[in-house]
């Protein structure tokens, strides 16, 4: 059976909803039509996928039965076509082996103390009294953490170089307005360093020549010894033997900066937006902490099960990316009895996944005792997407949470200025918290 075709609403139009108000759009047509919505009257249509049956499917499939998209070219010029992100087959399976263990088991663990460390210092800015904007903050935290997993770099002209450029690129695409040049490939021009695209190149190019450059000393210096993701790179060769070149390099390393820290920040901030929000969610998680005694072992916050059921309700409620990575079918496939043939689109839908009421009761409240009640699977709650593709950082990206979140609520007192409802805004292909969101300190406690 052939999925009948969803809104007939003309393009334009319903792509400046996609980008305006990207929950109302999803949602109204979730209304309407359900599990599957199909964008397109083609025979190879754009299909959100809202079913946990049909996203096991796809995410158990052979890693064969797909090839991966490029959302529309942002990603692909940002990040470039040798990164993880786009490559398909036997490529992407070596490069994720490679990936893998520096964020994962025992390797993991050596950032524990970094990101408690990071968070006090950036924490530290911080004036009784102030308002401070909070995203800003976060990604700050996350920046300089996965700088020193992917560089090795704490301090150093090139590392405060690297750090401020990432964060203008990403600042220049971030605003809402910007994140329409995602969408509309005609507005991408470089009218100068004021317009939006312009400024945008102009970072993306400083921060090239910065990577490049430190790839270029280190081969210089022929120094193999550091325990970076760099030095792992370098030291890798592929099956004939060959290292890889310094544009993959480049790819691979602007990716991991990229999607290591811009997510996580996101996150971060829902956190400590909804342990605020709700005054009994910060109670609990603070006696759970205060329980483990004065100075805790790091590697027992991190298996907290009340303030795990906080970073997961944060990733249910409003997951960063709206969906998984695209898929694109190789091969035809049957999803929910409709069949659907090879160039067909699919899009795991995490957000409205997320927000079913048969699995989720009550969904648009914020209450971490659902993951103490119930375990989910992972076609029920998938914040890091699935399958073959899954998140390379997820296991580093919770371990972030939860730390600097424990290490935030134990150092400082805080508060919401305002006890006002935020709702996620663009950011990019993200969603975000919105930039003024901020929080003030009322008290220092460590
Ligand atoms: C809260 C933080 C994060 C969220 C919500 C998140 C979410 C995601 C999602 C949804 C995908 C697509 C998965 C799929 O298509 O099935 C993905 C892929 C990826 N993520 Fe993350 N991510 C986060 C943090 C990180 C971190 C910290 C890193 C690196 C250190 C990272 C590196 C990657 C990479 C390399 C991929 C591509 C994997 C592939 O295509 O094989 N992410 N992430």
């Given amino acids: 059976m052939t999925l009948p075709n969803g809104p007939q609403t003309p393009r ?14 999803l949602e109204d047509y979730y209304q309407r039509y359900g599990d599957f919505i199909r964008i397109g009257k083609s025979a190879t249509p754009l299909v959100y996928v809202n079913h946990p049956a049909a996203i096991e499917k ?22 470039g076509n040798n990164s993880v992100f786009m490559v398909d087959g036997e490529r992407h399976e070596r490069q994720r082996k490679l990936l893998m263990p520096p964020f994962h088991g025992e390797r993991l663990k050596t950032y524990n103390q970094l990101i408690c460390e990071i968070t006090k210092q950036v924490m530290s800015q911080v004036k009784i009294g102030q308002p401070f904007r909070v995203r800003a903050l976060m990604q700050d935290i996350t920046l300089r953490v996965i700088l020193k997993a992917v560089f090795g770099l704490t301090e150093g002209e090139r590392y405060e170089q690297l750090r401020h450029l990432l964060s203008a690129m990403m600042e220049s695409i971030g605003s809402p307005l910007a994140a329409t040049l995602m969408f509309f490939p005609s507005l991408r021009q470089d009218w100068g360093e004021w317009s939006p695209w312009g400024r945008f190149l102009r970072y993306k190019q400083q921060a ?49 900066l990229i999607a290591g820290h811009e997510t996580t920040a996101s996150s971060l901030t829902w956190a400590l937006y909804w342990t605020h929000y709700l005054p009994e969610v910060k109670d609990k998680l603070c006696f759970e902490l205060a329980n483990l005694g004065e100075n805790p072992h790091l590697g027992e916050i991190a298996k907290l099960p009340y303030l795990t059921a906080v970073c997961n309700e944060t990733l249910r409620i409003y997951p960063v990316t709206l969906t998984s990575g695209v898929r694109v079918l190789k091969k035809p496939l049957e999803l929910g009895g409709y069949s659907f043939e090879t160039g067909t689109v699919l899009f795991p839908c995490t957000y409205l996944v997320h927000q079913r009421e048969d699995i989720y009761p009550e969904p648009k409240k914020f209450k971490p005792e659902r993951f103490l009640q119930r375990q989910f699977s992972p076609y029920e709650f998938f914040p890091f997407g699935g399958g073959h593709r899954r998140c390379i950082g997820s296991a580093m990206a919770t371990l972030e949470m939860k730390i600097a979140l424990a290490t935030i609520l134990s150092d400082w007192q805080l508060k919401l200025p305002h006890h006002k409802a935020y709702k996620p805004v663009r950011r990019g292909l993200t969603l975000s918290p919105p930039a003024q969101l901020s929080l003030v300190a009322v008290n220092r406690l460590n």
């Fill in 58 to 79: 796809i995410f158990t499939a052979n890693a064969e039965q797909f090839r991966t998209g490029n959302a529309g070219g942002v990603l692909l010029f940002l990040l």
């Fill in 12 to 25: 334009v139009l319903r792509m400046m909803k996609f980008v305006t108000r990207p929950l109302d759009y």
């Fill in 208 to 256: 090239d020549e910065m990577i490049y450059a430190e790839i270029r000393e280190r081969k210089q210096k022929n120094d193999f010894a550091g325990d970076d993701i760099l030095t792992l790179l370098m030291s890798a060769r592929d099956e004939t033997g060959e290292p890889m070149s310094e544009t993959e390099l480049r790819d691979e390393l602007v990716t991991l």
